[in-house]
């Protein structure tokens, strides 16, 4: 379900910016295209319950990706209204929540000032760091090792931000037979997933039909976010932590790390993968 969406004049996802670029016995005044990061407030029926800083693109995936991946609606049709501003200071994301909603809502309210590189920043306590995850064992999920070994490639192709900054994650929906089949880039790689599972959601799409796939390391977060959609499989091509492992054992879920190429390695539940 997608509601009506006022959006807001556009917003700058890079800036121009004079440096010195050294070698070795040389040096030389260049331009360089730097990401925007821009504080992003969550209002809830027009109180501000976090505010994160990201990417000032695909606004409205990431307020849903990240109203329903930390739990502060539970489905996408609790959001009545949806309407993006951009301030001097920052965008505020504004949802209207059904009654029932936001009644919810106000038992488990949070102000949180999230940095990019922090999934978890803002919460009140230790238990809700380790919240109980999602179970997603019983998701039939089968997909080829050979769409595994292509998949952080095609990402790549869907790196635009990156490629012209150097300094944004992206995350994919790889499904089986058809490759990557959206993508969203962002600062911080918690940023990407939600924008990810928030384009899921707002487009009808399964996150059960497919894999996640991050461009980074995969911590807790990423399990959680991952696991809080119904998605049984997370693909990156670097280390997870773990407690990382932990969770995606514990969840269901399949975890696949170092995948660069042809190579990778399977951390938990591989009878996902076929050969």
């Not at 995850?133 to 869907?158: C, E």
């Amino acid at each position: 379900m997608t509601v009506p969406f006022r959006d807001s004049p556009k917003m700058q996802y890079e800036a121009s910016v004079r440096m010195s670029s050294f070698s070795v016995g040389t040096g030389v005044e260049i331009s360089r295209e730097l990401a925007q990061e821009t504080p992003v407030a969550l209002v809830f029926n027009g109180t501000t319950t976090a505010v994160m800083m990201a990417s000032p693109s695909d606004i409205q995936d990431f307020a849903y990706g990240f109203a329903l991946t930390e739990g502060f609606i539970s489905d996408p049709d609790e959001i009545v209204d949806f309407e993006q501003v951009a301030h001097e200071a920052g965008i505020e994301a504004r949802y209207w929540l059904k009654d029932d909603a936001s009644e919810k809502l106000g038992r488990r309210r949070r102000a949180s000032m999230g940095p990019v590189g922090c999934g978890l920043c803002g919460i009140d306590s230790l238990e809700q760091a380790v919240r109980n995850i999602a179970p997603v064992s019983g998701i039939r999920l089968q997909i080829d090792a050979a769409d595994i070994a292509s998949a952080t490639d095609q990402l790549r192709d869907h790196q635009e931000l990156h490629d012209r900054t150097r300094s944004a994650h992206a995350a994919g929906f790889l499904v089986p037979g058809k490759g990557i089949v959206v993508a969203r880039e962002d600062i911080g790689r918690h940023n990407a997933v939600d924008k990810l599972l928030g384009a899921l959601i707002r487009n009808d799409t399964d996150p059960g039909q497919g894999a996640v796939v991050v461009t980074s390391r995969v911590s807790v977060e990423l399990i959680q976010k991952t696991a809080a959609l119904g998605c049984s499989m997370l693909i990156a091509v670097s280390a997870p932590t773990a407690f990382a492992v932990k969770l995606a054992q514990q969840s269901g879920m399949t975890l696949v790390a170092n995948a660069r190429r042809a190579d990778c390695e399977v951390f938990t539940h591989a009878h996902r993968i076929r050969k």
